[in-house]
């Protein structure tokens, strides 16, 4: 049974950082692509940045490039975002996900979900 666990969220003030994490098991995390997406209320769920099997390849939505990164350790099973000049509008529930490529977790087309982690930012 895949597991995707997010971690790491919480309250931050804007302009702050914070890194995201998400463990999975059931599943060899090198054979998938991985990917962040978030919900903010009343919001459809966005894509937020994604990461190919080999991390050769990244992607980013235009509303986080420069601010966010995403990264993953096969080895530990586990995929960050790392999130900084944080602001307002990023506020949001944010999800995991493995699928098998880039192009698939752009067009949501995931395999699994985490069952996410609140990120607030405010002052």
């Known amino acids: 049974q895949v597991q995707l666990v997010e971690s790491g969220g919480g309250l931050v003030q804007p302009g702050g950082s914070l890194r995201l994490s998400c463990a999975a098991s059931g599943l060899t995390l090198s054979a998938y692509a991985m990917g962040w997406f978030r919900q903010a209320p009343g919001k459809e769920r966005e894509f937020v940045a994604a990461?190919?099997?080999?991390?050769?390849?990244?992607s980013y939505a235009d509303s986080v490039k420069g601010r966010f990164a995403i990264s993953r350790n096969n080895a530990k099973n586990t995929v960050y975002l790392q999130m900084n000049s944080l602001k307002p509008e990023d506020t949001a529930v944010y999800y995991c996900?493995?699928?098998?490529?880039?192009?698939?977790?752009?067009?949501?087309?995931?395999?699994?979900w985490g069952q996410g982690t609140q990120v607030t930012v405010s002052s």
């Open positions: 990461i190919s099997r080999s991390t050769s390849i990244t």
């Open positions: 996900a493995s699928s098998m490529s880039v192009a698939s977790l752009k067009t949501k087309q995931v395999d699994a």
